[in-house]
């Protein structure tokens, strides 16, 4: 099941492929193509993935180049999507072990880019709206603690609504390692969100 | 029901609860009436809630990222820079891998009647634990291909069946973490983050 505005996969791939096809052709601008459907997906994977808004961006930047790089090895009668997710998770691993080498002196990493968002100051008091982004904060860090194929389990599927049977194919695991991990990733955020909270006075932010 | 009391049932309760197709499921009242009067289970459930629905209001990502992007793809595409293999490139990439020796063997063998080539590819690196090759053949995924020392010389090999007539760029990935171009190919290429793909062209 993927998400309800996401295009047919039949037409994601139609558009895709042709694109695909012109830019190994030659023509690197239908890239754009490519490009314009995938950066939302990639963008938010990588963000979760990595927790920086920063990191994000260049993360998407250098999987794109990746994805261009490959293109030759992309098996034409296949879906695209799975193809990149899995450039994208090999990439964000990689990343990440990068930045966490670059940051280790950091006790609490950062996750305001995902507190920040819009919308629910709109609808609620500030207090709230600040108890939502510091949930939502402490979501973001927790979810960076936990191994790296629990994360990219629990996040394409709790977070991304992608099926059992698509990251199956993205992670080249069964389907069964599949659903092990993603036991084990709601597990280990539950341990440490309990864990985690459990030493301050309030209990708050701590993770 | 205390803090304690409640996470060990909220645990229970999870545990119980972990099913594929309700990623969610409501809290039943039993385990609802502490959160409601303690704040800091409040705020620990909610974190977890946090972690439990696919977004309402999906991440926007920045909208000149993929024009930044596209400006990239192009710089690649227009200017490729080709060179030659270099000891001095070579020996940065040995140092940074802190290993003592690095050889590259490549064999290439054309089967007949086939639209495949067998690739052998060797890399001796004595003091490496794990060695890996990623490339465009496996889209540079770095657990797809793994070397083995199989008689503990420490050279590692790995024979790849790839589609002739076609170009290739790789490098070698070294304890999971150090990569490297090949040493001995034929080419090399930028890879457009600081480092060096080699180039298989067969």
């Known amino acids: ?207 | 029901m205390n803090c304690r009391e409640w996470e060990k049932n909220f645990k229970n309760w999870l545990q119980a609860n972990e099913t594929l197709d309700v990623i969610r499921p409501t809290l039943p009242r039993s385990l609802a009436e502490h959160p409601a009067g303690c704040p800091a289970c409040r705020f620990r459930y909610q974190v977890f809630a946090n972690l439990s629905q696919p977004d309402s209001e999906p991440i926007e990502a920045p909208t000149d990222l993929p024009r930044r992007v596209m400006a990239a793809v192009q710089r690649r595409s227009a200017a490729p820079v080709y060179r030659r293999f270099s000891i001095p490139a070579f020996a940065v990439a040995v140092a940074a891998a802190a290993f003592a020796a690095v050889l590259m063997i490549t064999l290439p063998t054309r089967r007949p009647d086939s639209s495949t080539v067998t690739v052998r590819l060797a890399l001796a690196a004595p003091r490496a634990r794990t060695v890996a090759v990623a490339g465009d053949w496996n889209a540079w995924n770095p657990e797809s291909d793994r070397l083995f020392d199989v008689n503990g010389d420490g050279v590692w090999e790995i024979e790849l069946h790839l589609e002739k007539n076609k170009e290739y760029r790789y490098q070698f990935i070294i304890n999971g973490e150090s990569w490297i171009p090949d040493p001995r190919a034929g080419l090399q290429v930028e890879d457009g983050f600081g480092g060096t793909n080699s180039v298989l062209d067969i």
Request: charged share 30%; aromatic share 8%.
């Open chain 1, 1 to 207: 099941m993927m998400k309800e505005d996401d295009p047919s996969p039949a037409r994601e791939n139609a558009e895709v492929l042709a694109a695909v096809q012109e830019t190994l052709n030659g023509d690197t601008s239908a890239f754009r193509i490519v490009v314009d459907r995938y950066t939302p997906l990639l963008f938010s994977l990588s963000l979760r993935m990595l927790g920086g808004r920063e990191d994000a961006e260049e993360a998407v930047q250098e999987i794109f180049l990746k994805v261009f790089a490959s293109l030759r090895s992309f098996k034409l009668e296949k879906r695209f999507l799975p193809w990149i997710y899995t450039i994208a998770l090999n990439h964000l691993r990689t990343s990440f072990k990068k930045r966490s080498r670059r940051r280790r002196v950091e006790t609490v990493l950062p996750h305001e880019d995902l507190a920040a968002r819009p919308g629910d100051g709109d609808r609620v008091g500030p207090e709230h709206r600040l108890f939502l982004a510091q949930a939502e904060a402490a979501a973001g860090r927790a979810l960076l603690r936990i191994r790296h194929e629990y994360r990219a389990v629990f996040i394409l599927r709790a977070l991304e609504g992608l099926s059992v049977s698509e990251i199956a194919t993205i992670m080249g695991i069964p389907e069964g390692t599949v659903k092990t991990f993603f036991r084990r990733a709601r597990q280990n955020l539950a341990e440490l969100i309990f864990r985690e909270t459990r030493e301050t006075p309030d209990g708050i932010g701590s993770i």
